[in-house]
């Protein structure tokens, strides 16, 4: 998930040529504008953009990543006719969408459409939200449509467009900017399910619940629109995500790192979904369990924000595969939750590792490209693939933990897959060695 937050922009404060900001990553010209060569780094349209960032991030992947308490909800009560693996699939459908809308999104971004994409994306989210509400018990099409599918295309055009506006803005504050702008995916994954399992398990109910939520998404996403405004001209060659296919595939680091993403994903959002599930039938405290996914999210957060800084030292590469191992470790530790604290000890340690990993994709992508005007392409392509993983991973997870809650079978399942991902970096690693690529 996911996923492509801040690695784009925080490889390192003082090489910003070895980081993609995000502007690159939805255009294949290098050369910015002739509005460009001045850029405001500042000011009331700026701070008000970056801040617009912000509240969708916190709306988009902080609502996607929340939806471990849909989860654990749909099972116990709203759809207790329904596998695992089909109440999963929900979630991962969204976060698929996620990734493989933004190629569209960006594409549609570079010719200009940037109102367009936000406005509308926008309407699509809170509108789901809202039809949400209206789904009945045990109907399990009606939340699938809404949150699986008019959800997850509404992240989609939503999220290329808003974090590449604020590169009109700032180049020597882009780094600091999108380091305050990324939080509000983290943010939000803290916020919402503070409020839904609150509200889910107090008076209001299913319906009136999501219909609070949705009018809270609603509300910051017209603020959102609002605030933020593009400053430059659309740039003038669009990437050509075909002409990069063909190039990025014939490199074998690269094809190697596809394999290592699509690997990672399939186990990478277990914890998120199942954790609180996995507390709740483990007889932890439901008043704890549901704090469970606050606690992962907060640790994750604080992966993110020191990524940059442990990257310095450790190179992009090396921490990529040192976090792949530790999320592939964690995901095997859940075997062993049974008590509040282990719930604990596993949220943190994958919420952290997990922050880590998700920050370095996109500056591990930028080292391998060898054209800085094709990094788009290459990053688009990258993202997309990791999106199958992440949509095959937790419904496989769900159909291996059954009805009778047999939880060490996903747990082995999802760790051993990361595991294997980063093994695949590893391979990446060695190759790159060999040819003195880093």
């Known amino acids: 998930m996911l996923s492509t937050e801040l690695q784009a922009t925080r490889d390192s404060d003082n090489e910003e040529s070895k980081v993609p900001d995000v502007e690159s990553s939805v255009s294949k010209d290098s050369v910015l504008p002739s509005r460009?060569?001045?850029?405001?780094?500042?000011?009331?349209?700026?701070?008000?953009?970056?801040?617009?960032?912000?509240?969708?991030?916190?709306?988009?992947?902080?609502?996607?990543?929340?939806?471990?308490?849909?989860?654990?909800?749909?099972?116990?009560?709203?759809?207790?006719?329904k596998t695992q693996f089909a109440i999963s699939s929900i979630g991962s459908f969204n976060a698929f969408l996620g990734t493989a809308v933004s190629i569209v999104a960006g594409s549609l971004y570079d010719r200009g459409y940037f109102y367009n994409l936000v406005i509308i994306g926008s309407f699509l989210?809170?509108?789901?939200?809202?039809?949400?509400?209206?789904?009945?018990?045990n109907q399990y099409y009606q939340?699938?449509?809404?949150?699986?599918?008019?959800s997850g295309v509404a992240l989609g055009l939503l999220y290329v467009p808003s974090l590449a506006v604020v590169s009109h803005y700032f180049k020597r504050k882009r780094t600091l900017v999108m380091t305050l702008v990324i939080p509000g995916s983290s943010l939000?994954?803290?916020?919402?399910?503070?409020?839904?399992?609150?509200?889910?398990?107090?008076?209001?109910?299913?319906?009136?619940?999501?219909?609070?939520?949705a009018g809270m998404v609603s509300t910051l996403l017209l603020i959102a629109c609002l605030c933020m405004r593009t400053r430059l001209d659309p740039p003038t060659t669009p990437v050509n995500y075909i002409a990069a296919a063909k190039k990025c595939l014939h490199d074998v680091p690269f094809i190697f790192a596809l394999a290592g993403s699509f690997l990672v994903q399939i186990g990478f959002y277990y914890p998120l979904f199942f954790l609180q599930l996995d507390s709740v039938k483990h007889g932890v405290s439901i008043d704890f369990s549901f704090y469970s996914l606050v606690i992962l999210n907060v640790s994750s957060c604080v992966g993110r924000v020191t990524s940059g800084y442990i990257a310095a030292y450790t190179g992009v590469p090396n921490?990529?595969?040192i976090s792949a191992i530790m999320c592939g470790s964690v995901i095997l530790g859940t075997i062993g939750l049974s008590s509040l604290t282990s719930v604990v000890i596993l949220g943190v340690l994958y919420g952290y590792s997990s922050g880590v990993y998700n920050a370095m994709v996109g500056p591990l992508v930028a080292v391998l490209t060898p054209d800085p005007s094709e990094l788009g392409g290459w990053m688009g392509i990258c993202f997309f693939v990791g999106g199958f993983g992440s949509l095959i991973g937790t419904p496989i997870s769900g159909v291996l933990l059954t009805s009778n809650y047999t939880w060490w079978k996903p747990a082995l399942f999802s760790g051993l897959a990361a595991l294997a991902g980063a093994l695949m970096y590893s391979f990446m690693g060695f190759i790159c060695i060999r040819r003195n690529k880093f």
């Open 36 to 81: 460009s060569d001045e850029f405001p780094e500042g000011g009331l349209a700026a701070w008000s953009t970056a801040f617009g960032s912000f509240l969708i991030l916190f709306c988009g992947w902080g609502y996607t990543t929340s939806f471990g308490v849909y989860q654990d909800f749909y099972t116990q009560h709203y759809l207790t006719n």
């Open 319 to 321: 921490l990529t595969v």
């Open 125 to 137: 989210q809170g509108f789901s939200i809202f039809m949400l509400s209206f789904a009945k018990p």
């Open 188 to 213: 939000g994954a803290i916020i919402h399910p503070i409020m839904l399992n609150n509200l889910l398990n107090g008076q209001l109910g299913f319906a009136n619940t999501v219909r609070a939520s």
């Open 143 to 150: 939340i699938f449509l809404t949150q699986g599918l008019c």
